[in-house]
């Protein structure tokens, strides 16, 4: 889990919130939550496609790859969706303090660059 997250984590926990109390009225919201992983989104469509098939209902399906997502959403629009959706204002703080110091280094063909760079909106940090 990335440094933010477990900072956002820690941060929840000891404001006695955790995630599910800012985003467990938002039923499809799913990643990153017990009961919200990848897992249940397989469990729910196969429900929702049996149900149809019972009903002689018509299902209509796109595959969307996210494989590069990450990389192009902004983490100051990403945070204010958080903080829309209800996340405490003490952790939006920290992420965008987290944000806005990140630095990266650069690497290719197994060599890095000796200096760090400000990033700027590079994209929400995973893995």
């Known amino acids: 889990m990335p440094f933010g997250e477990l900072s956002a984590l820690a941060s929840c926990e000891s404001s006695g919130l955790s995630v599910d109390d800012w985003v467990g009225h938002l039923p499809e919201l799913l990643g990153g939550m017990p009961g919200r992983d990848g897992r249940s989104l397989q469990l729910r469509l196969g429900l929702d496609l049996r149900k149809a ?12 790859d996210l494989r590069k997502a990450f990389d192009n959403v902004s983490p100051r629009l990403a945070l204010a969706v958080a903080e829309a959706l209800g996340m405490p204002a003490d952790v939006v703080a920290m992420l965008e303090s987290f944000y806005d110091k990140l630095q990266r280094v650069f690497g290719t063909a197994g060599r890095t660059d000796s200096e760090w760079v400000r990033a700027e909106e590079g994209g929400l940090l995973q893995g």
């Open 53 to 64: 098939a019972k009903h002689k209902q018509r299902v209509i399906g796109a595959k969307l």
